[in-house]
C-alpha cells in the first residue's frame, strides 16, 4: 500500500470513530512547505481507552500483517507517548501521538485543515502548529532537519501565517528566540 493510500484510510478510520486527529511531520512538511519523503505517518491524536480496540481492529483489517501492540497503545493513553503500527514488509510506520490535555493541543486540534494529499483527503495541523511542533522538536534533540522544514514552510508564497499566534505560542513554549532566528534567516 502507498503512503498516500494508507493516509487516506486512517483518515476515514480515525474520522469514522470520531477520534480528533490532525496529521503532522513529515506529510504535513510536504502539504505545508516543501515535499519531501517520509517513511513515517506522524498523527496527533485525542485517543481514550475505548477507542484503542476499535482503532487496532479497523487498521488490522487494511494490513493483517501489520504489527501493533494494544497495551502500548493503552500505555501512550495513560502517559501522553506514542505507539504505532508498523508494517515489517514495507517499513512503513503509523506514529499515533497521544495529547495531553493542554489548552495548545485542544487548540492545535480544532485547528486542523483539511487537504488533499495526492488523493487523500485528511486534517493536518496548521502551518502555524507545524512551526511550533518542529521549533518544539528542535528545542528537545537540537535538530538541523526540524529547522530546515521550518524554512520551507516560512517561504512557501501560497500560504499566509498568522505571526501573531506563532510568536504568542513559541513565546510560551521557550522557543520564541529559535523562530526569530530562524525569521530573519529566511528574509535574508
Excluded at 56 to 84: C, G, Q, T
Amino acid at each position: 500500500m502507498a503512503p498516500e493510500e494508507l493516509l487516506k484510510n486512517i483518515a476515514e478510520i480515525l474520522s469514522e470513530l470520531k477520534i480528533p486527529y490532525a496529521i503532522t511531520g513529515g506529510f504535513a512538511v510536504s502539504v505545508w512547505g516543501n515535499p519531501r519523503s517520509t517513511a513515517d505517518i506522524d498523527i496527533v491524536v485525542e485517543l481514550i481507552d475505548k477507542n484503542v480496540k476499535p482503532l487496532i481492529e479497523k487498521v488490522l483489517v487494511l494490513n493483517s500483517d501489520f504489527y501493533v501492540d494494544e497495551d502500548m497503545a493503552k500505555d501512550a493513553i495513560i502517559h501522553k507517548s506514542e505507539f504505532n503500527f508498523i508494517d515489517p514488509d514495507t517499513g512503513l510506520k503509523i506514529d499515533f501521538f497521544v495529547m495531553d490535555n493542554t489548552p495548545y493541543n485542544k487548540l492545535k486540534i480544532k485547528r486542523a485543515i483539511l487537504r488533499d494529499v495526492a488523493g487523500a483527503k485528511a486534517l493536518f495541523v496548521s502551518p502555524e502548529d507545524l512551526i511550533l511542533g518542529k521549533l518544539n522538536w528542535s528545542k528537545e534533540s537540537y535538530s538541523q532537519k526540524q529547522h530546515n522544514d521550518i524554512k520551507t514552510v516560512l517561504r512557501n508564497p501560497k500560504i499566509k501565517l498568522d505571526f501573531k499566534y506563532l510568536k504568542n505560542w513559541a513565546q510560551k513554549h521557550g522557543t520564541i528566540e529559535i523562530l526569530n532566528k530562524l525569521i530573519k534567516e529566511n528574509k535574508n
